[in-house]
């Protein structure tokens, strides 16, 4: 299996759905409960699972996403373990592509070489490394030699010039910043976000995802009229933190995505 | 130890893509690509512009009060018996260290860009000073973020940077101290790129930063070397300075790159000692890494998270260093040792008694270095030691460290 993201984007459009992708934080709120989150992330209607790697310096991350990063690291969670729990995910579900986003210094000092045989063995699909823009990708060519794809980013200040070299060097799909800012944070600009994902999508086929801002079912369906997923994540980060036990953070993953993947399919049937 | 690399000048760095041989570059979100790319071109623009390098050289006379002298310790190289021990007197600037340097000139920058909300980041205090005092300078809008921890400590500096009309934005994430201050700058900035500017205070971050704050503070070792010539026919045998980003000691050293006879000692913070692993040496102890926007040395854990660091100069404590400094150790041109919290203390108290001079802490860590160096060599040779700042700010820490209430 090494095509799963791109195997899902063809089902989705061949269906005509729209990706749904959660974001949870490793190791947050509960270590052990990491695995079962997952699972109830895809039986609650989740395409793609984005696995957030805990960094001390966030620099991208809102309030909401830092403190999950805090408690994880508190709780010493890192590569091997996030690694080790995509492994035992894998072991019961083949299908669903994991992509592992996060910062480059701890997959730095963890090793290149390392990171990508075990990520590739473990059963990882794809990498979103903020702080790697497409002219620093040759620090991670690693990876992509042993087919983890490299997701980069696409921001409202994308230049065309910039926007060219990103679709050359992008693997997988592109993930559509949908404002400056951080994550979290609300301001979402409907009408400019369709705007600039549509252009995105005239200059070739790789899907787009679009994040930053998307809470709910209502900003989910909005954002996805023109992208091909929405990407949800400090919301669901907030409500998992106030989970008391793994099976508590359980039914929250659950409960929270399921009406949102019903909302994203009615309208897409409408 | 890794191999040196052989240069062969030294003022060729850095390349196009912000990189000093293996380090340095731009490790950043996308979204801040382009306003980097826009800073870099305006920069390179104005470097070589005759008309804003006479605004810059303009204000570093009439505002900051360059030049600076070299001034010769000479009680205190005679109590030692070696060495002779010349002082870059970066004190007697306004504001009272080497920071002012870079904070006009990256002020004279966003003005010539049309940003008039300017944000920085402070750790000690004194950068968010002299950014808050060109701020007033030039009626910019002014914000400092600044690590809660750090707010505690440096209470006096808090309040200058109201005096001087400066917001100062408490941070209270990751360990609330100059790196976490660093990322909430960051975070504001990925908010508000199209009014805002970022003023860092030391050659670190992302490119072009590393090379526009070198080139401000260049001042310091170009007047340096033409001093040294002037006055003593000749150039220093060995430059030391301390290290915490950087700034001051790239400052000194840069205009020497090229003049292979003249040694370059940086002094880290040893903290506790680096044994102790309460320290702030990352490149004396540290290892290769990534942060905030270039490749450099950094102190982390087995995780790749960034780990606490210690030093009794709130300006030395960051885990991180300007990116041409892990350049110029790798490449054999400068060394760099650690100083312990209490060799830096010593160095305070001795300059303090000879010489009638309160160098800053971080200052202390190169005068202890210059003492340290001064003692095994011979009397007819020179030492230049960068005094970054005045000490004024650190009476209150002094007297805390050694028990006393004020
Ligand atoms: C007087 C003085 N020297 C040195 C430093 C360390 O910074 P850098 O290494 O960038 O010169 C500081 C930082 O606050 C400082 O105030």
């Known amino acids: 299996m090494t095509e799963r993201i791109e195997q899902r984007f063809a089902e989705l459009r061949k269906h005509g759905r729209k990706g749904l992708i959660?974001?949870?934080?490793?190791?947050?709120?509960?270590?052990?409960?990491?695995?079962?989150?997952?699972?109830?992330?895809?039986?609650?209607?989740?395409?793609?699972?984005?696995?957030?790697?805990?960094?001390?310096?966030?620099?991208?991350?809102?309030?909401?996403?830092?403190?999950?990063?805090?408690?994880?690291?508190?709780?010493?969670?890192?590569?091997?373990?996030?690694?080790?729990?995509?492994?035992?995910?894998?072991?019961?579900?083949?299908?669903?592509?994991?992509?592992?986003?996060?910062?480059?210094?701890?997959?730095?000092?963890?090793?290149?070489?390392?990171?990508?045989?075990?990520?590739?063995?473990?059963?990882?699909?794809?990498?979103?490394?903020?702080?790697?823009?497409?002219?620093?990708?040759?620090?991670?060519?690693?990876?992509?030699?042993?087919?983890?794809?490299?997701?980069?980013?696409?921001?409202?200040?994308?230049?065309?010039?910039?926007?060219?070299?990103?679709?050359?060097?992008?693997?997988?799909?592109?993930?559509?910043?949908?404002?400056?800012?951080?994550?979290?944070?609300?301001?979402?600009?409907?009408?400019?976000?369709?705007?600039?994902?549509?252009?995105?999508?005239?200059?070739?086929?790789?899907?787009?995802?679009?994040?930053?801002?998307?809470?709910?079912?209502?900003?989910?369906?909005?954002?996805?009229?023109?992208?091909?997923?929405?990407?949800?994540?400090?919301?669901?980060?907030?409500?998992?933190?106030?989970?008391?036990?793994?099976?508590?953070?359980?039914?929250?993953?659950?409960?929270?995505?399921?009406?949102?993947?019903?909302?994203?399919?009615?309208?897409?049937?409408? | 130890m890794n191999k040196p690399i052989p240069v062969s000048d030294f003022h060729a760095y850095p390349d196009v893509h912000g990189r000093f041989a293996d380090y340095g570059g731009i490790y950043m979100p996308e979204t801040l690509m382009p306003p980097l790319e826009e800073l870099t071109a305006a920069y390179l623009a104005l470097r070589d512009d005759p008309e804003f390098i006479a605004e810059f050289e303009r204000d570093l006379k009439h505002y900051v009060g360059r030049p600076s002298p070299i001034y010769h310790a000479e009680r205190l190289s005679k109590k030692i018996g070696g060495a002779q021990i010349l002082l870059k007197r970066e004190d007697l600037n306004h504001t009272g260290a080497h920071k002012i340097n870079n904070t006009i000139g990256q002020a004279l920058v966003a003005r010539r860009m049309g940003k008039r909300r300017i944000i920085a980041e402070t750790g000690a205090g004194q950068h968010g000073v002299a950014t808050a005092t060109v701020c007033a300078r030039f009626g910019l809008d002014c914000i400092v973020y600044m690590g809660a921890v750090d707010i505690e400590r440096q209470k006096i500096n808090v309040f200058r940077m109201k005096l001087l009309g400066a917001e100062v934005v408490p941070v209270v994430s990751g360990s609330k101290t100059l790196k976490d201050a660093l990322n909430e700058a960051m975070r504001d900035w990925v908010t508000n790129v199209a009014d805002t500017f970022y003023i860092i205070g030391t050659v670190a971050g992302p490119h072009p930063y590393p090379m526009m704050v070198r080139d401000f503070n260049a001042v310091v070792g170009r007047e340096a070397r033409a001093q040294m010539l002037e006055q003593y026919g000749r150039l220093p045998d060995v430059l030391t300075a301390c290290v915490g980003g950087g700034s001051n000691a790239i400052g000194l050293f840069h205009a020497f790159l090229n003049d292979r006879e003249v040694a370059m000692v940086g002094a880290e913070a040893a903290g506790e000692g680096i044994e102790t692993g309460r320290h702030a040496a990352s490149l004396a102890a540290g290892r290769r890494g990534v942060l905030h926007g270039n490749r450099t040395y950094v102190i982390c854990d087995d995780q790749g998270q960034i780990t606490e660091t210690h030093s009794i100069s709130a300006g030395l404590d960051y885990p991180g260093v300007g990116p041409e400094h892990a350049f110029l150790k790798d490449s054999g041109r400068a060394s760099y040792v650690g100083i312990t919290d209490d060799e830096a203390m010593a160095a305070f108290h001795e300059l303090a008694r000879t010489e009638g001079i309160l160098a800053a802490l971080e200052s202390s860590h190169a005068i202890a270095q210059a003492i340290k160096l001064a003692r095994s060599m011979p009397k007819d040779q020179l030492i230049l030691c960068n005094l970054s700042g005045r000490g004024d700010k650190d009476v209150q820490t002094i007297a805390a460290h050694e028990g006393i209430t004020l």
């Open chain 1, 22 to 270: 959660p974001f949870v934080t490793a190791g947050d709120p509960i270590p052990d409960a990491t695995v079962a989150i997952m699972h109830a992330l895809v039986a609650a209607g989740a395409d793609l699972i984005e696995l957030g790697v805990p960094y001390s310096d966030p620099v991208a991350d809102g309030p909401t996403i830092q403190h999950s990063s805090e408690r994880a690291i508190a709780r010493g969670v890192g590569i091997e373990r996030i690694l080790a729990w995509v492994a035992e995910f894998r072991a019961t579900d083949a299908t669903t592509p994991i992509v592992l986003m996060g910062y480059l210094n701890p997959i730095e000092i963890y090793g290149y070489a390392r990171f990508a045989e075990q990520a590739r063995a473990a059963g990882v699909d794809g990498v979103l490394i903020v702080d790697v823009p497409v002219e620093e990708s040759g620090s991670v060519e690693r990876l992509r030699d042993a087919g983890i794809r490299q997701i980069f980013l696409v921001a409202p200040t994308t230049t065309e010039l910039r926007l060219a070299a990103i679709r050359k060097q992008a693997q997988g799909f592109v993930y559509y910043v949908s404002f400056a800012g951080i994550t979290g944070a609300t301001q979402l600009d409907p009408v400019e976000v369709r705007r600039r994902v549509d252009h995105i999508k005239q200059g070739g086929d790789i899907p787009v995802a679009v994040g930053f801002g998307v809470r709910d079912a209502a900003t989910a369906v909005t954002v996805s009229a023109s992208a091909d997923a929405v990407v949800i994540g400090s919301a669901l980060v907030a409500r998992l933190a106030e989970a008391e036990d793994a099976e508590s953070a359980v039914s929250v993953a659950r409960d929270f995505l399921a009406p949102i993947r019903e909302a994203l399919d009615l309208a897409a049937a409408a």
